[in-house]
């Protein structure tokens, strides 16, 4: 592959002459270069789209379903290339980005799988007088063309989740992947079209805001997915007129951790939770509330555990923590740790930067109005809270404006399902961190969090119409 990324507008592969220097987190090289659409580019690319809605519709889902499995045998083939590209475009871990590509052929062949299960319903009409000899049924219809925004922090795996189940419910797409890996969603593109999509059912372009935007205002656009932060998606939804959105977008997930839970099963899971990919998912645990009875002996195990974690070059596969995605970004971080410390937080371990490196970092005696508390961090930052009762940690779990997923570590029934009812937010994980996501789950949150749900048949419901059909048989 290039180490200049080309955009993909209706089947040919293109340049522009105003382009981005890619860098890796790490490292702050260059590793490559981005091509900037034009207007014009994005205009070719959206009638291209619109254009090949017509084919997409009348593909028949055995073939819509092929494509799909052979793109993810392509991935498969290629998945250590992947891999690294990924790691070295993000600063993600090897480890990580292998995850990563393990999830996304799950995804593609699951969304293969709901190509030919899409399917209407018998809708009885004889419980009105004077319908009894009419046949009622619904048929599901592709919406048209879909617009896909993604982030760096799963680069492939989030594009594959908008893209598969779009192609699975033949419809044609446009995608704007994160401008920190514009070659990991050029990979997409590659595999797609050799697997037999028709060429212009897949345009890539790369951009800013405006590009976003001209793509988001389109009228040709039927459906938006886009993954981001809560502005952004505020600002989508503001923009796109009259169409259909599935947002998902920020949060600041907390877990409550019971006086009866097992601490060997608790600690390690949110360990992970706190800090598998760097913090920099939605769904990381930032806020752990800890029944006082046993606070102590698990904020001791807690920054035993996670002194535990190897920090450095993603590259190495022994590597746990690597780089976030900018230096930006790491010092937003430190400087939210120092404001905290400055208003009566105590760092336990970590809560230094060096370069895009902030190392794994656990506050204690944190405030709700502390921005490591009530904001979104997206870094390798968590907080502890001692809480007397369970009401008291479920009622400062639900205090955010974000709802995405939660947990709950307790070994009481009664507890769990109450936890479960109360908490207002997309996904509750008994005895899990908020972190736990397999990708057939329907994914997706409450409030700021978002709108809809992701997962391959939630989506491919999402990106069809339902038609009503009448017989009269009299």
Same mark, same amino acid.
């Given at each position: &592959? +290039?180490?200049?990324?080309?955009? @993909?507008?209706?089947?040919?592969?293109?340049?522009?002459?105003?382009?981005?220097?890619?860098?890796?987190?790490?490292?702050?090289?260059?590793?490559?270069?981005?091509?900037?659409?034009? +207007?014009?580019?994005?205009?070719?690319?959206?009638?291209?789209?619109?254009?090949?809605?017509?084919? &997409?519709?009348?593909?028949?889902?055995?073939?819509?379903?092929?494509?799909?499995?052979?793109?993810?045998?392509?991935?498969?083939?290629?998945?250590?290339?992947?891999?690294?590209?990924?790691?070295?475009?993000?600063?993600?871990?090897?480890?990580?980005?292998?995850?990563?590509?393990?999830?996304?052929?799950?995804? !593609?062949?699951?969304?293969?799988?709901?190509?030919?299960?899409?399917?209407?319903?018998?809708?009885?009409?004889?419980?009105?007088?004077?319908?009894?000899?009419? @046949?009622?049924?619904?048929?599901?219809?592709?919406?048209?063309?879909?617009?896909?925004?993604?982030?760096?922090?799963?680069?492939?795996?989030?594009?594959?989740?908008?893209?598969?189940?779009?192609?699975?419910?033949?419809?044609?797409?446009?995608?704007?992947?994160?401008?920190?890996?514009?070659?990991?969603?050029?990979?997409?593109?590659?595999?797609?079209?050799?697997?037999?999509?028709?060429?212009?059912?897949?345009?890539?372009?790369?951009?800013?805001?405006?590009?976003?935007?001209?793509?988001?205002?389109?009228?040709?656009?039927?459906?938006?997915?886009?993954?981001?932060?809560?502005?952004?998606?505020?600002?989508?939804?503001?923009?796109?007129?009259?169409?259909?959105?599935? @947002?998902? @977008?920020?949060?600041?997930?907390?877990?409550?951790?019971?006086?009866?839970?097992?601490?060997?099963?608790?600690?390690?899971?949110?360990?992970?939770?706190?800090?598998?990919?760097?913090?920099?998912?939605?769904? +990381?645990?930032?806020?752990?509330?800890?029944?006082?009875?046993?606070?102590?002996?698990?904020?001791?195990?807690?920054?035993?555990?996670?002194?535990?974690?190897?920090?450095?070059?993603?590259?190495?596969?022994?590597?746990?923590?690597?780089?976030?995605?900018?230096?930006?970004?790491?010092?937003?971080?430190?400087?939210?740790?120092?404001?905290?410390?400055?208003?009566?937080?105590?760092?336990?371990?970590?809560?230094?930067?060096?370069?895009?490196?902030?190392?794994?970092?656990? !506050? #204690?005696?944190?405030?709700?109005?502390?921005?490591?508390?009530?904001?979104?961090?997206?870094?390798?930052?968590? +907080?502890?809270?001692?809480?007397?009762?369970?009401?008291?940690? !479920?009622?400062?779990?639900?205090?955010?404006?974000?709802?995405?997923?939660?947990?709950?570590? #307790?070994?009481?029934?009664?507890?769990?399902?109450?936890?479960?009812?109360?908490?207002?937010?997309?996904?509750? &994980?008994?005895?899990?961190?908020?972190?736990?996501?397999?990708?057939?789950?329907?994914?997706?949150?409450?409030?700021?969090?978002?709108?809809?749900?992701?997962?391959?048949?939630?989506?491919?419901?999402?990106?069809?119409?339902?038609?009503?059909?009448?017989?009269?048989?009299?």
């Amino acid at each position: &592959m +290039s180490t200049e990324a080309r955009m @993909l507008i209706d089947g040919e592969w293109q340049t522009s002459a105003n382009k981005a220097p890619v860098r890796n987190p790490y490292t702050g090289a260059v590793v490559s270069e981005m091509p900037m659409a034009d +207007s014009a580019q994005v205009e070719r690319a959206l009638q291209a789209a619109y254009e090949v809605a017509a084919e &997409m519709r009348s593909m028949p889902a055995y073939r819509r379903a092929a494509i799909l499995r052979r793109a993810a045998d392509l991935v498969e083939q290629r998945g250590e290339e992947l891999a690294r590209l990924i790691t070295e475009e993000t600063g993600k871990t090897l480890r990580g980005s292998r995850v990563e590509v393990d999830r996304s052929l799950l995804t !593609l062949r699951m969304c293969a799988e709901e190509a030919v299960r899409i399917a209407g319903e018998q809708i009885p009409l004889d419980l009105v007088p004077g319908s009894e000899k009419r @046949l009622g049924f619904t048929i599901r219809e592709p919406i048209g063309v879909v617009a896909a925004i993604t982030p760096f922090n799963a680069p492939f795996n989030l594009i594959c989740h908008k893209v598969g189940p779009a192609i699975a419910a033949g419809n044609a797409t446009i995608v704007k992947p994160a401008p920190q890996a514009p070659r990991t969603g050029q990979f997409l593109g590659e595999v797609l079209l050799e697997a037999g999509l028709p060429p212009a059912a897949i345009n890539i372009v790369y951009g800013g805001v405006d590009v976003g935007l001209q793509i988001v205002k389109d009228d040709r656009v039927a459906l938006i997915a886009f993954t981001g932060s809560a502005r952004a998606g505020l600002a989508i939804r503001d923009a796109c007129g009259f169409k259909k959105l599935i @947002l998902e @977008l920020g949060s600041n997930a907390g877990v409550y951790v019971h006086a009866d839970a097992r601490l060997d099963k608790a600690v390690p899971e949110l360990v992970k939770g706190a800090f598998f990919t760097t913090g920099q998912a939605c769904i +990381s645990t930032q806020r752990i509330y800890v029944h006082e009875s046993i606070f102590a002996p698990f904020t001791e195990a807690f920054v035993q555990e996670t002194a535990r974690l190897r920090v450095g070059d993603p590259t190495d596969p022994s590597t746990d923590v690597g780089p976030v995605i900018d230096e930006a970004a790491a010092r937003r971080i430190e400087q939210w740790i120092q404001e905290a410390v400055q208003q009566g937080a105590r760092v336990l371990c970590g809560g230094t930067r060096q370069g895009a490196l902030v190392q794994p970092t656990v !506050l #204690t005696d944190v405030a709700p109005a502390m921005k490591v508390v009530c904001e979104e961090v997206f870094g390798p930052l968590v +907080s502890l809270l001692p809480v007397s009762s369970p009401e008291e940690a !479920l009622r400062q779990i639900n205090d955010t404006p974000y709802g995405l997923q939660a947990g709950v570590f #307790t070994q009481d029934i009664d507890l769990a399902f109450r936890a479960a009812r109360q908490l207002r937010v997309g996904g509750v &994980m008994v005895n899990d961190s908020s972190r736990y996501r397999i990708d057939t789950m329907p994914f997706g949150g409450v409030k700021l969090s978002g709108i809809g749900r992701e997962g391959p048949r939630f989506s491919v419901e999402q990106m069809t119409e339902t038609k009503l059909i009448i017989l009269n048989l009299d």
